[in-house]
């Protein structure tokens, strides 16, 4: 394109974005100082090459997907962070208490506060993450709190009554045998090996083995049943932008959000941040996704958010980058 279509092309992207309304040639042509004649004559050569469009309620256009496209191809220049978000930020990564996937989702709880877009934590599948620890904590009589730790570093706890027929000393002399045979093992694997494997074991040692298996093959199937790690934050963000304002849109985007597998396939292992736009996101044609992923030692995910094609694609993209970059600094560099 010639410089004042590319010139012509960004000023209709961001005031859109900003606006939400078609842009009509009257309103350009203070910023570009010429007639609007010219400038209409401008927005109809790149309505012919595909990049903006015209809407059914007004004569002002709007970009189309192609324009996007090209605008954060070609035409966007990365935003600048105020000195407000920076801080929001830096505060939890500051915080040592957090393990990193803590402090990941946490950044993004605070990315879908500034943007007001959804964001979305993507870890590791069940198959792919490995036993490191279990523990056995009683609060009570008939009452404990299961602790299991997985290589990524996830931590996944859940309060049980105990059955009248086990004893809490059994529970935890069972997981410190698991503990010696099973780490390592995929979440996805452990309630088989514990039967064929694990279980002779137990019974050397536990009277009511068979119970207390059982006991442990539920609590980790209820893992690889629920250790999907998949995070959202601002998940009704999305509901709040015009372009879903039909009830048919909205069921069906909360509908998206709900179907565990096609949410997993926003996952990526690419480390760049890239913006997929409308029909490229494989997710609905209404929105953009914009994503890149992390890894630091064992742990790695992928961290998004999902908003309108009309996205402030500047700011999004500094913002991802930013954690990124807080994450190698705080972790590689062997700060935590």
Known sequence: MQIRQDELLKEIVEIYIKTVKPIGSKSLCKKF????????????????????????????????EKGYKYYVDHLMRPKELTGDDILKLQAIFRNKDL?????????????????????????????????KQVSIIPISDDKVVTVLVTNHGSVHNKQVMIPSNININELIRTSEIINKMLIGTPIDEISSRLEFEIKPEIAKVIKRYDEVT???????????????????????????????????????????????????????????????????SKFDPDVTIIKTSYKVDDEEGTIALIGPKRMEYDKVVTLLNFVKEQIEKRWIDGKR
Request: hydrophobic share 30%; with cysteine.
């Open 33 to 64: 100082n010429c007639s609007s004649a010219t400038i209409r004559n401008e927005m109809v050569l790149l309505e012919e090459e595909g990049y903006i469009e015209k809407t059914h309620a007004s004569s002002g256009r709007i970009p189309s």
């Open 99 to 131: 393990i990193l996937s803590d402090t990941v989702t946490q950044c993004m709880e605070i990315i879908s506060e500034i943007t007001n877009y959804t964001s979305i934590v993507l870890g590791k599948e069940a198959k792919d993450n490995n036993l």
């Open 214 to 280: 059982k006991f442990f093959q539920q609590t980790f199937s209820d893992l690889a049943f629920n250790n999907s790690n998949v995070f959202f934050s601002g998940k009704t963000n999305i509901l709040k932008q015009p372009e879903y304002n039909d009830p048919k849109k909205i069921k069906d985007i909360i509908s998206k959000f709900d179907d565990q597998e096609l949410v997993s396939k926003i996952e990526t292992n690419d480390r760049e941040v890239n913006i997929y736009i409308g029909n490229e």
